[in-house]
Protein backbone atom coordinates (compact mmCIF):
# COMPACT_ATOMS: atom_id res chain seq x y z
CA UNK A 1 0.00 0.00 0.00
CA UNK A 2 2.58 2.30 -1.04
CA UNK A 3 1.03 4.70 -3.10
CA UNK A 4 -2.23 5.10 -1.35
CA UNK A 5 -4.35 8.47 -0.83
CA UNK A 6 -3.02 8.82 2.47
CA UNK A 7 0.59 8.21 1.79
CA UNK A 8 0.30 10.65 -1.29
CA UNK A 9 -1.06 12.69 1.33
CA UNK A 10 2.39 12.46 3.41
CA UNK A 11 4.74 12.68 0.53
CA UNK A 12 2.92 16.18 -0.22
CA UNK A 13 3.80 17.07 3.31
CA UNK A 14 7.70 16.20 2.66
CA UNK A 15 7.39 17.52 -1.25
CA UNK A 16 5.92 20.90 0.34
CA UNK A 17 9.32 21.81 2.42
CA UNK A 18 11.10 23.48 -0.46
CA UNK A 19 8.32 25.20 -1.48
CA UNK A 20 7.70 26.89 2.23
CA UNK A 21 11.84 27.46 2.64
CA UNK A 22 11.87 28.46 -1.34
CA UNK A 23 9.56 31.33 -1.37
CA UNK A 24 11.46 33.15 1.11
CA UNK A 25 14.44 33.07 -1.52
CA UNK A 26 12.56 34.22 -4.28
CA UNK A 27 13.76 38.21 -5.44
CA UNK A 28 12.07 41.10 -3.65
CA UNK A 29 10.97 42.00 -6.84
CA UNK A 30 8.84 39.17 -7.75
CA UNK A 31 7.10 38.96 -4.10
CA UNK A 32 7.07 41.83 -1.27
CA UNK A 33 8.26 40.23 2.00
CA UNK A 34 4.62 39.99 2.96
CA UNK A 35 3.31 38.37 0.39
CA UNK A 36 6.56 35.78 0.86
CA UNK A 37 5.13 35.35 4.59
CA UNK A 38 2.00 34.74 3.38
CA UNK A 39 2.15 32.48 0.68
CA UNK A 40 4.51 30.46 3.38
CA UNK A 41 1.85 30.78 5.91
CA UNK A 42 -0.89 29.41 3.89
CA UNK A 43 1.40 26.50 2.74
CA UNK A 44 2.01 25.21 5.78
CA UNK A 45 -1.94 25.76 7.08
CA UNK A 46 -2.76 23.32 3.95
CA UNK A 47 -0.18 20.72 4.47
CA UNK A 48 -0.07 20.79 7.94
CA UNK A 49 -4.00 20.22 7.81
CA UNK A 50 -2.96 16.70 5.48
CA UNK A 51 -1.34 15.30 8.64
CA UNK A 52 -4.93 15.08 10.56
CA UNK A 53 -6.81 14.13 7.10
CA UNK A 54 -4.32 11.77 5.61
CA UNK A 55 -5.04 9.82 9.15
CA UNK A 56 -8.76 10.04 8.84
CA UNK A 57 -8.28 8.61 5.33
CA UNK A 58 -6.23 5.69 6.08
CA UNK A 59 -9.04 4.64 8.78
CA UNK A 60 -12.03 5.52 6.87
CA UNK A 61 -11.07 4.09 3.80
CA UNK A 62 -9.37 1.23 5.64
CA UNK A 63 -5.95 1.68 3.91
CA UNK A 64 -3.50 2.21 6.74
CA UNK A 65 -0.31 0.60 6.25
CA UNK A 66 3.01 -0.11 8.21
CA UNK A 67 4.72 1.92 5.61
CA UNK A 68 2.40 4.80 6.04
CA UNK A 69 2.59 4.65 9.73
CA UNK A 70 6.47 4.77 9.27
CA UNK A 71 6.34 7.97 6.94
CA UNK A 72 3.64 9.98 8.78
CA UNK A 73 5.58 10.87 11.80
CA UNK A 74 8.77 11.50 9.69
CA UNK A 75 6.90 13.64 7.10
CA UNK A 76 5.31 15.94 10.29
CA UNK A 77 9.19 16.29 12.15
CA UNK A 78 10.57 17.42 8.69
CA UNK A 79 7.80 19.70 8.01
CA UNK A 80 8.71 21.25 11.47
CA UNK A 81 11.73 21.47 11.79
CA UNK A 82 11.88 22.63 8.21
CA UNK A 83 10.04 25.13 8.97
CA UNK A 84 11.26 26.40 12.43
CA UNK A 85 15.10 26.91 10.56
CA UNK A 86 13.23 28.99 8.33
CA UNK A 87 12.29 30.89 11.10
CA UNK A 88 15.97 31.27 13.12
CA UNK A 89 17.16 32.50 9.72
CA UNK A 90 14.67 35.06 9.44
CA UNK A 91 15.34 36.03 12.91
CA UNK A 92 11.64 35.20 14.00
CA UNK A 93 12.60 32.91 16.72
CA UNK A 94 16.03 32.04 19.00
CA UNK A 95 18.16 29.23 18.14
CA UNK A 96 17.63 27.66 21.56
CA UNK A 97 13.97 27.08 20.24
CA UNK A 98 15.11 25.42 17.20
CA UNK A 99 18.08 23.14 19.24
CA UNK A 100 15.25 22.35 21.81
CA UNK A 101 12.74 21.15 19.05
CA UNK A 102 15.11 19.57 16.56
CA UNK A 103 17.15 17.77 19.62
CA UNK A 104 13.78 16.14 20.91
CA UNK A 105 12.66 14.63 17.70
CA UNK A 106 15.89 13.13 17.14
CA UNK A 107 16.25 11.97 21.17
CA UNK A 108 12.87 10.58 20.84
CA UNK A 109 12.75 9.20 17.58
CA UNK A 110 16.04 7.35 18.32
CA UNK A 111 14.38 6.26 22.02
CA UNK A 112 11.21 5.03 19.70
CA UNK A 113 13.54 2.98 17.19
CA UNK A 114 15.12 1.50 19.84
CA UNK A 115 12.52 0.23 22.27
CA UNK A 116 10.94 -0.85 18.96
CA UNK A 117 13.93 -3.01 18.20
CA UNK A 118 13.57 -4.20 21.98
CA UNK A 119 9.83 -5.37 21.88
CA UNK A 120 8.92 -2.81 24.20
CA UNK A 121 7.61 0.38 21.49
CA UNK A 122 4.14 0.51 23.81
CA UNK A 123 5.96 2.21 26.78
CA UNK A 124 7.13 4.60 24.62
CA UNK A 125 3.47 5.53 22.26
CA UNK A 126 2.23 8.59 21.78
CA UNK A 127 0.77 10.35 24.71
CA UNK A 128 -1.69 13.61 25.19
CA UNK A 129 1.25 15.65 26.01
CA UNK A 130 3.07 14.55 22.64
CA UNK A 131 -0.01 15.52 20.99
CA UNK A 132 -0.73 19.26 22.99
CA UNK A 133 3.28 19.81 21.75
CA UNK A 134 2.48 19.13 18.48
CA UNK A 135 -0.91 21.05 18.18
CA UNK A 136 1.16 24.22 19.95
CA UNK A 137 3.67 23.83 17.51
CA UNK A 138 1.57 24.01 14.47
CA UNK A 139 -0.28 26.97 15.46
CA UNK A 140 3.25 28.71 17.14
CA UNK A 141 4.88 28.30 13.32
CA UNK A 142 2.29 29.94 11.01
CA UNK A 143 1.82 32.93 13.19
CA UNK A 144 5.34 33.35 13.05
CA UNK A 145 6.00 32.57 9.35
CA UNK A 146 2.88 35.39 8.71
CA UNK A 147 5.30 37.48 10.97
CA UNK A 148 2.53 40.81 10.91
CA UNK A 149 -0.70 41.86 12.11
CA UNK A 150 -3.51 39.71 11.42
CA UNK A 151 -6.84 41.25 10.30
CA UNK A 152 -5.66 44.34 12.03
CA UNK A 153 -5.83 42.83 15.31
CA UNK A 154 -3.79 39.86 16.04
CA UNK A 155 0.26 40.76 16.70
CA UNK A 156 1.12 37.11 15.44
CA UNK A 157 4.81 37.90 15.65
CA UNK A 158 3.88 38.21 19.53
CA UNK A 159 1.80 35.15 19.79
CA UNK A 160 4.09 33.28 17.22
CA UNK A 161 7.13 33.83 20.05
CA UNK A 162 4.94 32.83 23.09
CA UNK A 163 3.30 30.03 21.73
CA UNK A 164 6.62 28.90 20.23
CA UNK A 165 8.59 28.90 23.49
CA UNK A 166 5.51 27.23 24.92
CA UNK A 167 5.90 24.60 22.61
CA UNK A 168 9.84 23.99 23.65
CA UNK A 169 8.60 23.82 27.20
CA UNK A 170 6.34 21.23 26.56
CA UNK A 171 8.73 19.21 24.07
CA UNK A 172 11.17 19.20 27.15
CA UNK A 173 8.51 18.03 29.50
CA UNK A 174 7.00 15.13 26.18
CA UNK A 175 10.87 14.08 26.37
CA UNK A 176 11.31 13.57 30.01
CA UNK A 177 7.64 11.49 29.98
CA UNK A 178 8.90 9.36 27.35
CA UNK A 179 12.33 8.86 28.86
CA UNK A 180 10.52 8.01 32.17
CA UNK A 181 8.36 5.45 30.51
CA UNK A 182 11.79 4.01 29.12
CA UNK A 183 13.66 4.57 31.78
CA UNK A 184 13.19 0.58 33.17
CA UNK A 185 14.29 -1.05 29.66
CA UNK A 186 17.38 1.19 29.74
CA UNK A 187 18.57 0.34 33.32
CA UNK A 188 17.61 -3.39 32.73
CA UNK A 189 19.78 -3.48 29.06
CA UNK A 190 22.88 -1.33 31.29
CA UNK A 191 24.27 -4.31 32.69
Known amino acids: MFWTIPTIMTWARIVAIPFIVGVFY ?3 T ?10 ATIMFIVFALTD ?8 RLNQASSFGAFLDPVADKF ?3 ACVLVLVHLQRT ?3 VALIIIGREIAISALREWMAQIGASKSVAVHMIGKVKTVVQMVAIPFLLFDGMLLGLVNTHAWGLALI ?8 WSMVY ?8 IRARAR
Request: charged residues 20%; hydrophobic residues 55%; contains cysteine.
Open 165 to 172: WGAAVLTV
Open 79 to 81: LVC
Open 94 to 96: DVF
Open 30 to 39: FMSVGEKNVA
Open 52 to 59: WLDGYLAR
Open 26 to 28: LPD
Open 178 to 185: YLQKALPE
